[in-house]
């Protein structure tokens, strides 16, 4: 009960440090699984990147989803951080698996039930196996007090969603969940323009990596000007500990272009994106089901040139996002 307690209370502070000074850092509370690493990385201060697990399930096919989810954590640990990919297993929330456990999740792919902030205790009371979402993810993360989170691409407002009110629940944890979200931006299967307004209403910092344009994902530009623009990660670092200092509690999104020379060809990948969507329509696929359908479709359609590009550009966030972490925790000594 207590424990229960002392970590709604460190749902309020989200810096490392500030989580171990309120005594959660370094806890293992039972029913939430701390990796050892992680718990250490918590106690000292010193950097953490979480990692989203529905990028590994639903977002890429086996193999290639177990190398990634591989990769990039070597690309974390390389860029001087303690990578904490986090899922659910047995409805236990684990934050910081074993390669074993990677490797279980990346074998139940969709078997795994794809989990937003709002499943978790459904997943937990279940005992089932849960992947998290961006938005799952970064409420877990902000629990144990890890304020930094990387991905590929977030939800968004999906198109035609004036209409059907598909809006991710991505959106409105970051309005509510004070972590930074480092990923390309946004895919062109959704409303980019709208996104960036629910964005703004959501009262989330947004801004770009070292461009003036907001990304979308398998291209550098989306014809959106982003809202601001950062540049390097020592200024990201400096945006988001004053966020912290504010005791703001919504979240930041940090829009890092994928590298141009995995770019996609943008007429290439437009055009799948729109039979993708044409075919969703046809066979009446809503909700939760959507985003998961549009992008193995859209793999499917460029012939696995999406999935080249998505890995590239995942790899190149997480090693902007490790040096993130890696400012911010000199930031806070
Ligand atoms: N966009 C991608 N790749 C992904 C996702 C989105 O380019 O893997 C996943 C993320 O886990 C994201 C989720 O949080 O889809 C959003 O799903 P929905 O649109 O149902 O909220
Ligand atoms: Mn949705």
Redesign the pocket.
Known sequence: MADSRLAILSRHFTSAASASKAGFGGKDLGWIKISPEVRDALKHGSPIVAL????IS???PYPQNFETAKELEVIVRENGAVPATIAILDGVPCIGLTTEELEILARLGSKAR?T?SRDIALVMAGRENG???????MYLASMVGIPIFV??????V?RHGENTM?I???LTELGNTPVAVIS?G??S??DIPRTLEYLETQRVTVAAYKTDDFPA?FTQTSGCKAPARVESPEHCARVIDANIRLARKSGMLIAVPIPREHSASGSLIESAIQQALQEAREKKIT??????FL?AKVNELTGGASLAS?IALVKNNASVGAKIAVSLAQLQK
């Open positions: 989203e697990s529905t990028i639903h977002g890429m794809k937003a992947a998290t979402t961006v938005s799952a993810t991905t590929g691409g977030i939800g968004g999906h598909d991710s629940s991505d390309a946004v895919k299967i959704l994902f909700g939760n089901a959507e985003t998961p992008l998505n």
